[in-house]
């Protein structure tokens, strides 16, 4: 498995490749301690550098402010928090603004090893495989540059400074030249990737779930705004043809699929490793988890879930709180939920490693949360559970978890397919279907027969914030879908519950630090980084900053 190998990594390939700063892209020589003819003749040492590209893939399991905390899902317990200060109140800057410019190390490392293979006397299968993992990388950074700052210079070739002189400061490309050249790249290599992929590295699956996200994005109304229905159709077609393959399954234990003992389960379609105990191993519980626990402190509370959310998740007989029919009392607001509630949210009374977490407002327990800046205490009366291991509940980045961060998973697959399928056509049969197995895991009741294309728009939209909440997938949904506008402005929302007489009252009320703020006009993009525009003059800054 790849990351058994990430480890070993430096000592075959040089510093100097691995280690260069986010704009040395462009001058950097790739050089290597064991040279050009020893790394290029040997597929096992070629494979040790393409695993470094595999390295490059982002995750959010070693910090206690991850993008999930940019969306109306969730906060940081802390007044510092970068997603608190700075994204959420929407001050970044070209010089702070977060930034994927990065990841231009890895497609030099990409085009590196295309180049260098292209061009070696490596057995062909290998080659085909490797090249195709290599350009599905790219792909991968490409998507997340495009996602972050639109279009963005398309470089596919070794830069040289020395060699190609002023040639090496290209332009940006466009927003639609650059999800063509994503797409374009998948197509290409989609067949060139086995079905049934060693754990780790990409296969055909993860090749057409990306492309079915960036097709999913392009059909969405941020890039199309005219709703052509021919591109949600594209993005169906991709996310049925991972379907068809017939080796993905929705794991039948919600919550356990993230655990470590079940990575690479046949829900994971890819995925970014962990290694438990080293440098490489996880931190989520001690960095996003509760705070205090038992009266001892157990993490840093990176991650509070909103009321928002709280709100999404379904009642047990299925049906959403606000529904007639739901049976939900906002006096007693965590009764007869759905699982995913109980299996991704901490709240008042919830058991989290042997001790009883209290949010009640004044009962002099270490576990409350008075709703106010105490520092790392939850601001909005909840914690996350979801994919936490109460095995590793240690304070702080402990880098015990083996867990993998999953990027791409089948039930994804099926809620992105039924999105794009209901845009294209309306709800037909195939839409319900996907849908509802999302729901049966979970032991959801179906969705009612007769649904109107708005109907079921509206459910596809709830249901893909509740399944996939803390995967940070949601800052990305509100973009595409030009919802930012609407749900980051305004205020995040917490549960206070005080004591009113001789009852406990639940109210609603605004979370501390919650202000959120969004401007349509420059927030759907992030800026280019100042430091890429200083180096490269035929660079051009995103509107409004």
Not at 404 to 418: D, P, Q, S, W
Not at 493 to 510: F, N, R, S, T
Request: aromatic content about 12%; some cysteine.
């Amino acid at each position: 498995m790849i990351h058994q190998y990430i480890i070993k990594i430096g000592v075959v390939i040089s510093f100097s490749l691995m280690l260069f700063s986010c704009d040395e892209f462009l001058t950097i020589e790739p050089t290597t301690q064991v040279g050009d003819e020893t790394l290029w003749s040997n597929e096992g040492n070629a494979d040790l550098f393409l695993n470094n590209i595999y390295s490059g893939l982002p995750g959010s399991f070693t910090t206690h402010d991850p993008p999930e905390n940019w969306s109306d899902n969730s906060m940081s317990a802390h007044s510092w928090g970068y997603s608190t200060t700075t994204i959420k109140t929407a001050i970044y800057t070209a010089d702070d603004a977060p930034s994927q410019w990065g990841h231009y190390n890895d497609i030099r490392k990409a085009n590196l090893f295309i180049a260098k293979v292209n061009a070696g006397k490596l057995s062909d299968d290998w080659k085909t495989k490797r090249l195709g993992e290599a350009r599905f990388l790219r792909a991968y950074f490409y998507m997340l540059l495009w996602t972050h700052h639109g279009g963005v210079p398309i470089i596919t070739d070794v830069l040289n400074l020395s060699e190609q002189g002023d040639e090496v400061f290209r332009a940006r490309n466009t927003a639609e030249e650059t999800y063509q050249f994503i797409v374009d790249e998948l197509t290409a290599i989609e067949m060139d990737l086995p079905v049934n992929a060693e754990a780790g590295r990409a296969s055909r699956g993860a090749a057409l779930s990306l492309k079915g996200w960036c097709e999913l994005i392009w059909a969405s109304p941020y890039y199309n705004n005219t709703n052509d229905k021919s591109k949600w159709a594209k993005a169906a077609e991709s996310y049925k043809k991972v379907i068809d393959l017939q080796v993905y399954d929705l794991f039948p234990n919600y919550n356990e699929q993230f655990m470590e003992g079940n990575n690479w389960n046949k829900e994971t379609i890819f995925a970014k490793s962990y290694l438990g105990g080293t440098s490489l191993g996880g931190s989520r519980e001690g960095l996003q988890g509760p705070w205090i626990v038992g009266g001892t402190q157990l993490s840093w509370s990176g991650v509070d879930p909103s009321q928002e959310l709280v709100d999404e998740y379904f009642m047990a007989n299925g049906l959403p709180i606000d529904h007639p029919d739901s049976g939900y009392d906002p006096q007693n607001p965590y009764a007869n939920r759905e699982k995913r509630f109980y299996e991704s949210i901490i709240y008042d009374g919830s058991i989290w490693v042997g001790s009883e977490m209290v949010m009640k407002q004044g009962v002099g327990s270490r576990n409350e949360t008075d709703l106010a800046s105490k520092n790392e205490s939850t601001n909005t009366g909840y914690y996350i559970r979801k994919g936490l291991n109460p095995a590793y509940a240690v304070n702080g980045p402990n880098r015990l978890n083996s867990a993998n961060y999953i990027i791409f998973r089948f039930a994804e697959v099926l809620l992105g397919y039924a999105e794009a399928k209901n845009e294209a056509v309306g709800p037909d049969e195939s839409v319900y279907e996907a849908i509802n197995l999302v729901r049966a895991r979970v032991d959801l009741p179906p969705l009612k027969d007769g649904l109107t294309q708005d109907e079921m728009r509206k459910a596809i939209y709830q249901e893909r914030r509740v399944e996939l909440a803390f995967e940070d997938k949601r800052y990305f949904d509100l973009l595409r879908l030009k919802l930012a506008e609407k749900n980051l402005n305004g205020h995040m929302q917490a549960m206070l519950i005080e004591k009113v007489g001789e009852d406990w009252v639940y109210k609603v009320i605004p979370a501390t630090q919650g202000e959120m703020i969004f401007n349509p006009e420059k927030n759907y993009l992030f800026p280019i980084p100042q430091s890429a525009i200083d180096r490269n003059p035929n660079l051009q800054q995103n509107p409004n900053y």
